[in-house]
């Protein structure tokens, strides 16, 4: 009877912690990060902070009256995806894609660090394979397009552009005007190649001390809508969580008040963040 009782008590709790785990988010992200603490990968560290204040000093730096405060160090997160995909009609690419899990968009190049814009949003809204067929139809003709020319593009029924149509723009992806629909992103920029241009290695290391950002996004989320998007020759062989070192750089101006800007330590280049991830 004991061991009876003890497996009963064992199978609810087992299904608590399952329903739990899919039903709050938000205590399943700091599960993950609990289980994440300690040592984890990170890219490397190329720029010192004092290197980048002191070659971008004039910028910075107004007059001797405005003074530079200690910098931090910050590493966010980003998810490194193996991938291959159809590149033409008669050859195969095969390459990486670094993906942001804090802001939800694509790295087009790491010497850059260019970017997607409008990922982000499908992410947060689950949007679907047939829902990115609008989304890129409409992002390869400048971001609108009416109609009847949607429906001959798609080769589909205008009972089933319709629908799929109404899906996006209840999610608040597109927005219909008339006969017409377009993107609802400004300067919208989803039409990318499922590569990251990578014009120097990856170089990893291990540390034990350091400020994590948290994720806002799953890995699983974005290996779905990275499938959703580039259709079905996309495939991703393999997947690593890092973290891209990013340093704030303070200046306290000659009123007190004070003026924060963001560097990636990976390649030394001011970084423009939304006021969300900072």
Known sequence: MRIALLIVCSLA????????????????AKAEDLL??????????????????ETHRRELLKDHEHVYLEPSLKFYPYLLMEVKYNRSFDRTGEGMILWGLVDGEM?????TWEKTH????????????????????????????????????????????????????????IVQNGNSYRLHLQSPRLQVIPETRLDLNLVTKRTKSADRVRKRFRSAQIEQIARSAFGLDFAIRKTTEIFLPVYSITVQNPDGSQMTSYWNALNGKRLSLPTYLE
């Open 13 to 28: 709790v087992a299904l608590g912690g399952v329903i739990l785990w899919h039903k709050f988010p938000n205590l399943r």
């Open 36 to 53: 994440s603490s300690g040592t984890f990968q990170t890219l490397e560290v190329r720029y010192s902070a004092e290197t980048i204040m």
């Open 118 to 173: 409008g990922f982000r949003d499908c992410i947060s809204s689950n949007a679907t394979r047939q829902e990115f067929k609008i989304i890129n139809a409409l992002a390869s003709r400048g971001g609108s397009w009416d109609r009847d020319g949607l429906t001959k593009f798609l080769n589909i029924e205008s009972h089933l552009l319709d629908e799929w149509a109404e899906a996006c723009r209840k999610k608040s992806l």
């Open 107 to 111: 790295v087009i190049n790491a010497s």
